[in-house]
């Protein structure tokens, strides 16, 4: 049912042809309907992503979708209307959600149709315009810690730290008691994965035998796991920390991928979302305070610069702020 302030037509953002960030324009489109399995979310705040260029350029299009499409994988804001089928989530909640395949477009818009199942109610402490840009990656970064198994106590690598999916790794990995090694970009990154709590904080543009001696020095039986939110010749340095037996994993789409080394398991995977998933990432996030930090907000209407941003070096995550 809905909330009766639902109307028949929203703002978006949408293109009607693959291409640069220039396709995208400020559209008018009908609110969508939703079957008995989904919900509408009223979006209050959307996560811009390079799997939202990917979508743009045509490489990555959620099946089922037609033009005009409206990108947006993750959102956060207020259940307008639920289907007859829902029960974990009722009108008027504040919750995230992260839909990869979204047939009635996506959440660059003031409404959008996703299964149930994808929500979740908003965990305390992660304000909801934040929110909006945190469900793809700490899904993935989570996806990443459950493939790698450490036990606390152990030393865990985190390569990309900085940014969007690995400063929410090094919150997550802190609340399973991992001691956490996080390499950043630049002086700004370091500062960022320091306060969020990393036991060792390094710059992974300085020169890499003196970060390989910090790390050895910490870890002089190696480090028990990698996490690799970027690729390129320096994670493949980095690998050299591993102690036999330890798996480097990474999410697809890491490039370039990492290289195979002997006694070191290279695994890549993707993040996965799904109502227990979702649990287990709302129980860490309410272990303690949670930063999802943004580098730069974006109006709805200027989602195609955004897309732009996207091109540049920055910590964090991009936003578009919607209602």
């Known amino acids: 049912m809905p909330d009766g302030d639902v109307p028949e037509r929203m703002q978006a953002a949408a293109f ?24 509408l979310l009223k979006v209050w705040s959307a996560g811009v992503g390079v799997w939202d260029a990917a979508e743009r350029e045509g490489k990555l299009v959620p099946e089922g979708a037609s033009f005009p499409i409206v990108p947006g994988a993750e959102a956060a804001g207020t259940i307008a209307a639920v289907g007859g089928q829902v029960t974990n989530v009722t009108v008027g909640d504040l919750v995230y959600a992260y839909a990869h395949t979204r047939p009635k477009g996506g959440f660059y818009a003031e409404y959008a149709a996703t299964k149930a199942e994808y929500v979740a109610k908003l965990p305390a402490g992660v304000p909801v315009e934040h929110a909006g840009t945190m469900p793809t990656d700490a899904l993935t970064a989570l996806s990443g810690l459950n493939l790698l198994g450490l036990p606390a106590g152990a030393w865990l690598l985190i390569f990309g730290a900085s940014g969007g999916q690995g400063h929410l790794a090094v919150q997550l990995a802190k609340r399973q008691e991992l001691k956490v090694i996080a390499v950043a970009s630049g002086a700004e990154g370091v500062a960022l994965v320091t306060r969020l709590g990393a036991d060792v904080a390094l710059d992974g543009h300085g020169e890499i035998t003196e970060v390989l001696a910090r790390i050895r020095e910490v870890a002089p039986d190696g480090v028990d796991g990698l996490l690799a939110m970027a690729g390129g010749r320096t994670l493949d340095r980095l690998a050299e920390a591993l102690r036999d037996g330890a798996v480097l994993a990474h999410p697809n789409g890491v490039q370039p991928a990492p290289n195979e080394r002997p006694g070191v398991r290279v695994q890549a995977y993707e993040g996965e979302t799904g109502p ?36 540049t070096s920055y910590p964090g995550k991009l936003l578009l702020t919607v209602s």
Do not use: M, S
């Open 16 to 39: 009607d042809e693959f291409g640069g960030p220039e396709v995208i324009t400020p559209r008018i489109l009908p609110v969508p309907q939703i079957a008995d399995d989904e919900v």
């Open 276 to 311: 227990g998933q979702l649990r287990r990432l709302n129980e860490l996030i309410e272990a303690g305070p949670f930063q999802v930090h943004v580098a730069e907000k974006f109006p709805l209407g200027r989602a195609a610069e955004a897309h732009r941003r996207l091109q």
